[in-house]
C-alpha cells in the first residue's frame, strides 16, 4: 500500500500538537502578523494563529499566483496524473477570506526594515509588522554548465529542461511526460530525481539517471538502502549510471528556438534527451534574511522556540535551520511534514506561547510499488549501525538505525501502520537489544 491521501490526511493529524504551550495568551486585535512565503509552512502558521484565537491582522505574502500547495504531488501523483490538481492545494480557494486571512499571490517581498517593523515589498508597498515569519522554502540548485555546441550560457536555458519546485514546474512537466515514448534523462539522484525518473518510467519513457556518486540516495539514508532503491529502477527499466561527470547540454534547432538533444559527459559521451529534468538539491532562499542582519548559516539560524536573533522575528520550514531540544544540534529540514508542523509552532512563539519544537523528522516516498517512511535524526543516523526486521530482498522490512544502543531512526519499506511505535522508540532513547529489535516476533511496543 502506497501512500494516498487519506493516509497523508492521517499522518497529518498524527504529527501536529506535540508543542508544550502556555494557556491564557492576551489577543489583541490591533496586532499585525505578516507572513512571507506562501507555501505549506506559512498557510499552516496562518490557521493557527486564527486557530488560537488571534483577533488581529494576518497577512500572508507569496510570490506564486497560485494559492498555497503542498510539494510532495509534484513528483508523484499529481505529477502521474493519479491526483487532480485541487487536491494539491492547503486550503479552499475561499478558506483565507473566510478566515481573515490577507492573502496577497503574485507578490515579492523586496527588504525587511527591523528599526520600523515593516516590510517591503518590489513595488514600493510597505506593511508595518508586530512579528513577523519567513518561510520563503527553497529554491531549486542550478545547472550551471555551458549548453555545449548550443552557445547557451547556460544549459538550462534551452527547451527540454526541467527543474521541479513549483506547481507550473510540475504542470510543464506532467505534459512533457504524458504519454511517454520520450528519451528522459535524470541528472542527480536525490529524492526529487529518484521519484520523477519513477513516475517517467511508469508513464513509459525510457529514463536515465546520471549522477556523480555511485549510489542513489547514499547522502540520504546510506549505501545499503540506496543500493535497494537502485535495484528497484534497474528491476523497472531504469538505466542508472553512476560516477559520471556531466560536462554540459547539446542543443539542436527547433521550431521554438533551440532545444535539448543530450547530455554531454567528461570524456566526449553524449547521452540522448529529448527531456532532461535537473535535481541537485536545492537552496534556502534566506536573501531577506541576509540583508536584514539576521543570523544566518545554512539557513535562518532559530532557537527552539524558532524564533531568529530579531525576537520579532521567526522562521519556520525549509530555511529554519533550528536548535532541536532532543540530540542539542541544529537541523534543517527540507520535508513536507517539518513545513505542515513548524509553521504552527512558530505561530505560537508569535503569540507569546512557550514553545520548544522538538518533532522527530519525518519523510516519505512512492517509488514503482515501494512505498516507504522515514523518521529519525539525520546528523546521528550517519555514524549509527543499521539493524533490519523483515525481508530486505523482498523490499519489505524496517530498517533501525542504532548508535550507542539507542534507535536514531527507523525507515520502514512496505509496511504499514508501523511509524508511531518507530517515532516511540527514538523518542523513549531507550537502549535496545539489537536481536530483539530484529525479531519479527517481537511486537515493536515491547522494544
Known amino acids: 500500500m502506497l501512500l494516498d491521501g487519506d493516509y497523508r490526511a492521517d499522518i497529518r493529524q498524527q504529527f501536529r500538537g506535540r508543542t508544550e504551550v502556555r494557556e491564557g495568551v492576551k489577543m489583541a486585535t490591533e496586532r499585525e502578523f505578516i507572513i512571507v512565503g506562501a507555501a505549506l509552512a506559512g498557510a499552516s502558521a496562518a490557521e493557527e494563529l486564527r486557530g488560537r484565537g488571534f483577533d ?75 512579528r513577523l515569519l519567513l518561510a520563503t522554502g527553497s529554491s531549486p540548485r542550478r545547472l550551471e554548465l555551458p549548453g555545449a555546441d548550443s552557445g547557451a550560457d547556460l544549459g538550462a536555458t534551452l527547451d527540454g529542461v526541467h527543474y521541479l519546485r513549483t506547481l507550473g514546474d510540475s504542470d510543464s512537466l506532467r505534459e512533457a511526460l504524458r504519454g511517454g515514448g520520450r528519451t528522459v534523462v535524470v541528472i542527480g539522484s536525490g529524492w526529487i530525481g529518484m521519484e520523477v525518473a519513477a513516475t517517467a518510467r511508469t508513464l513509459g519513457n525510457d529514463v536515465t539517471i546520471l549522477e556523480r556518486g555511485e549510489i542513489p540516495l547514499a547522502k540520504a539514508i546510506g549505501d545499503e538502502l540506496g543500493a535497494v532503491f537502485a535495484e528497484l529502477h534497474r528491476q523497472n527499466g531504469v538505466v542508472i549510471r553512476p560516477g559520471v561527470e556531466v560536462e554540459g547540454l547539446i542543443g539542436v534547432a527547433s521550431a521554438a528556438g533551440r532545444r535539448v538533444s543530450g547530455v ?19 537552496r534556502p532562499n534566506i536573501r531577506l534574511a541576509s540583508e536584514a542582519g539576521l543570523a544566518v548559516d545554512d539557513g535562518i539560524l532559530v532557537d527552539a522556540s524558532l524564533a531568529t536573533s530579531d525576537p520579532d522575528i521567526f522562521a519556520a520550514g525549509d530555511i529554519a535551520n533550528a536548535w532541536h531540544p532532543v540530540i542539542g544540534q541544529r537541523i534543517r529540514s527540507e520535508h513536507w511534514a517539518n513545513a505542515l508542523n513548524q509553521g504552527p509552532a512558530a505561530a505560537r512563539s508569535m503569540l507569546g506561547e512557550v514553545v520548544s519544537f ?16 522515514y ?19 523482498a523490499r519489505e522490512f524496517i530498517a533501525f538505525w ?46
Open 56 to 130: 488581529g491582522s494576518v497577512r500572508l505574502l507569496g510570490s506564486e499566483e497560485h494559492r498555497p500547495y503542498i510539494r510532495p504531488p509534484l513528483s508523484k501523483g499529481y505529477l502521474g496524473g493519479s491526483e487532480e490538481r485541487e487536491t494539491v492545494f492547503v486550503h479552499p480557494g475561499d478558506w483565507y477570506a473566510e478566515n481573515r486571512i490577507e492573502l496577497s499571490t503574485g507578490v515579492t517581498v523586496s527588504a525587511i526594515d527591523r528599526s520600523n517593523h515593516e516590510v517591503e515589498l518590489t513595488t514600493g508597498e510597505r506593511h508595518r509588522y508586530d
Open 264 to 282: 554531454a559527459l567528461v570524456g566526449g559521451e553524449v547521452v540522448p534527451a529529448d527531456l532532461v529534468l535537473v535535481g541537485i538539491g536545492a
Open 358 to 373: 522538538d518533532d522527530i523528522p519525518y519523510f516519505y516516498t512512492d517509488q514503482f510499488d515501494l512505498g516507504m517512511e
Open 375 to 393: 523518521s529519525g535524526f539525520p546528523p546521528l543516523a550517519r555514524d549509527a549501525k543499521l539493524v533490519y526486521r523483515g525481508d530486505r530482498n
Open 402 to 447: 542504532v548508535l550507542d544502543g539507542t534507535v536514531v531512526a527507523g525507515m520502514n519499506v512496505n509496511v504499514w501502520d508501523v511509524n508511531e511505535q518507530v517515532q516511540r522508540i527514538i523518542r523513549s532513547a531507550t537502549v535496545v537489544d539489537p536481536v530483539r529489535l530484529a525479531d519479527e516476533n517481537v511486537p515493536l511496543e515491547e522494544i
